[in-house]
């Protein structure tokens, strides 16, 4: 059972500094439609779950204990079978399935998901999983997962990719138990997939998928033009140019994904309750739909998505009015410059916000929301950088940025505890302990009238994901995307392993 040298076959090959790029494979399906080449605006910083790689499922090299349907349920994946709570909802015990094998041949068992889990809690990914207090293996085929506090949404967790225990570790090889496997990875270039052949839930019919990096949305546009990709991930108006062109679809997806302003709160601007209130009020977010959108996706508010139902409180929403967004400035001292600027004791309401370069319609909210903000006076200075720019700077600095899950609630809003007061993380807290669905939905509703009252950030849309496709193989099924989409996670392709040619 356990690993021989020949692991390191799946070593995983990296390009030096400065390599010449290739050129991409031909987008005609190969011999027999066997392979696609796709193209992604984002390239993982990471193939390790351990660092936070596929944290939403969909990973195409590995798999978790369950994994998410069409319709954002859960269903077994290397379990056996759903994980069950004990009483107390303090605790999960899973079976595993005794069928499965790694891509370097080895079998899976408990003793890998002891590995990755206990590697979890001391890996950068151990926040998300802030509740888990250890797991233990039962007998061969059972591990129960103990939790330090009731978490309704454990189980969506689960998702996280195993790793053999011996990689389970955060520079542990890129081995999985998924649908495809590394051939070769050329960071800043693309990513290689062949098609795991002994994959327990049958060899996939594509062989090989060539995912292109490609950052700045204009340029995969114009190469998707020229016929260099299968498809590829595009703003909404950019994907309208291929409308009714021959043998290519194109497909939205609506999602959870929000776009927002970052108000960070420890500067002296973004962190004053006046000021965030008032931008609030000062944005139009319905202009920004209908003008940089073309409609596709909806208003925001708040961080909890329309598309679920069951806890979206649609009463929780700001008035677009400037003229309470002034007032409420007035009130709190922030008084008109000679600019036009306001400023209280001394200080300018003035403050930064980045947004990535390449991203057109990060950058085009972010213009939006910087005319609106100057409307009502406030100055907000706009700065396109890298995300290894950005990275270090989200602390005090505002970022036009993106999160979001259709799963449940607590998986992204928890993250929020601490940002808009007590009784929005008295919701957030109490959603998470509950058990009953009607008496959580009533939790998250709170925490909406709460962030509201007292706004940490400013919500803007919930755009469509739009996508350009190569109409050549049938398996496509239309879902709602989470934060994590494009050709390696959600998306059109989040089934690829299920496609074949026409």
Not at 118 to 125: D, E, F, I, R
Not at 179 to 198: H, S, T
Not at 262 to 273: K, M, N, R
Request: charge should be negative; proline fraction near 6%; charged fraction near 25%.
């Amino acid at each position: 059972m356990r690993r021989s040298p020949l692991l390191l076959l799946l070593v995983v090959s990296l390009a030096v500094a400065g390599c010449t790029e290739t050129a991409t494979p031909r987008p005609d399906g190969g011999e027999n439609g066997t392979s696609i080449v796709l193209a992604d605006r984002d390239e993982p910083t990471t193939l390790n779950p351990l660092l936070g790689y596929g944290e939403q499922g969909v990973s195409k090299i590995y798999d978790g204990l369950v994994e998410h349907r069409q319709d954002g349920s859960l269903r077994p994946q290397l379990a056996a079978e759903l994980p069950e709570p004990s009483v107390d909802g303090l605790s999960w015990t899973v079976k595993l399935r005794g069928d499965v094998k790694f891509t370097d041949g080895s079998t899976f068992g408990a003793e890998d998901v002891l590995a990755t889990y206990g590697a979890v809690m001391q890996s950068p990914v151990k926040e998300r999983f802030s509740t888990l207090k250890g797991v233990v293996q039962l007998d061969p085929s059972t591990v129960r997962f103990t939790l330090s506090q009731t978490q309704a949404a454990f189980p969506h967790l689960l998702v996280l990719g195993i790793l053999p225990s011996e990689q389970a570790r955060p520079d542990g090889e890129v081995v999985g138990t998924g649908p495809f496997k590394v051939a070769e990875w050329r960071k800043g270039d693309r990513l290689v997939l062949d098609a795991n052949e002994d994959y327990f839930g049958g060899a996939p019919k594509i062989k090989k998928v060539t995912v292109v990096f490609v950052g700045d949305d204009n340029q995969r546009a114009r190469r998707m033009q020229d016929g260099e990709f299968d498809g590829t991930v595009l703003p909404p108006k950019l994907a309208e140019t291929f409308r009714g062109r021959s043998n290519l679809l194109v497909q939205y997806h609506r999602s959870a994904d929000y776009r927002a302003v970052s108000l960070p709160a420890g500067h002296p601007v973004t962190g004053d309750a006046a000021i965030r209130l008032a931008l609030n009020h000062a944005t139009n977010r319905q202009g920004m739909l209908d003008t940089l959108l073309d409609g596709k996706g909806t208003v925001g508010y708040t961080p909890v998505p329309d598309v679920l139902a069951e806890e979206f409180d649609p009463a929780a929403k700001f008035r677009f009015d400037k003229a309470e967004a002034a007032r409420l400035l007035d009130a709190a001292g922030w008084v008109p410059g000679g600019d036009g600027i306001r400023v209280r004791e001394g200080v300018a309401a003035r403050f930064t916000l980045m947004y990535p370069l390449g991203d057109d319609l990060r950058a085009d909210l972010a213009t939006a929301f910087a005319a609106d903000a100057k409307a009502v006076g406030v100055d907000v200075q706009l700065a396109g950088l890298s995300w290894e720019a950005i990275r270090p700077r989200t602390g005090t600095d505002a970022l036009l940025h993106g999160e979001g899950s259709t799963f449940d609630p607590d998986l992204v809003l928890h993250g929020l505890r601490g940002q808009g007061g007590a009784a929005a993380d008295e919701a957030l807290d109490h959603g998470r302990g509950l058990v009953d669905p009607a008496q959580r939905a009533v939790a998250y509703k709170l925490f909406q009238q709460a962030f509201v009252a007292a706004p940490s950030m400013v919500v803007l849309v919930f755009p469509e994901h739009a996508y350009v496709m190569r109409d050549s193989w049938n398996g496509y099924e239309a879902i709602v995307d989470p934060s994590s989409y494009g050709a390696l996670a959600w998306g059109p392709w989040w089934n690829l392993d299920k496609w074949e040619p026409k």
